[in-house]
Antibody, heavy 119, light 108 residues
């Protein structure tokens, strides 16, 4: 059973780069079964998919965030990461890391990490 | 960009059947996933590929997809089903996942 856990700073200043890491247990991020991804939820609002990465290193990003977002993998630590550049208050959200089996949807979720953008 | 339309809220009495819809263009060519999210918790996948249930999801949860509308049906609704529900599809024109705006299910 996969288990995912987000970690990050909690607070980021406007215009800086937000960085989050997801540690995976119970499976390898080199598995061809899963796409590893990030989804966020601003306070009181709905879900927004940010992007995904596959074990080949292929990445997919939401069109509205492309150019500001980078997702990468560290196979030695069984982790994958999210970076969002030039953040504003609109990037304040709970960030979830997920695992999905292709089009079967996001079957595994971390507990979520709240990131606040504020000076 | 692909837009999924859900009703903001649905109310149902315990024991009744709740139907939550998700509308979008050319749905018949897409697979729809559904998520349940209770307050303060991460979402849970309850339906994938329009109508398949992950292990551990009760049979009371079912899904269908016809024409331009997908429907999540919850039979014999319980108080514990009160949550926000989101539909999701893969937009293959620009290779990204799209979520509906969410529907709050209230159990009266």
């Amino acid at each position: 059973q996969l288990q995912l856990q987000e970690s990050g700073p909690g607070l980021v200043k406007p215009s800086e780069t937000l960085s989050l890491t997801c540690t995976v247990a119970g499976g390898s991020i080199r598995s061809s079964l899963y796409y590893w991804g990030w989804i966020r939820q601003p306070p009181g609002k709905g879900l927004e998919w940010i992007g995904s990465i596959y074990e080949t290193g292929t990445t997919y990003y939401h069109p509205s965030l492309k150019g500001r977002v980078t997702i990468s993998m560290d196979t030695s630590k069984n982790q994958f990461s999210l970076k969002v550049a030039s953040v504003t208050a609109a990037d304040t959200a709970v960030y979830y890391c997920t695992a999905s089996e292709a089009a079967q949807g996001h079957g595994y979720w971390g507990q979520g990490a709240l990131l606040i953008v504020s000076s | 960009s692909f837009v999924l339309t859900q009703p903001p809220s649905v109310s149902v009495a315990p024991g009744e059947t709740a139907r939550i819809t998700c509308g979008g263009p050319n749905f018949e060519s897409k697979s729809v996933n559904w998520y349940q999210q209770k307050p303060g918790q991460a979402p849970v996948l309850v339906i994938y590929y329009d109508s398949d249930r992950p292990s551990g999801i009760p049979e009371r949860f079912s899904g269908s997809n016809s024409g331009n509308t997908a429907t999540l049906t919850i039979s014999r609704v319980e108080a514990g089903d009160e949550a926000d529900y989101y539909c999701q599809v893969w937009d293959s024109t620009s290779d990204h996942w799209v979520f509906g705006g969410g529907t709050k299910l209230t159990v009266l």
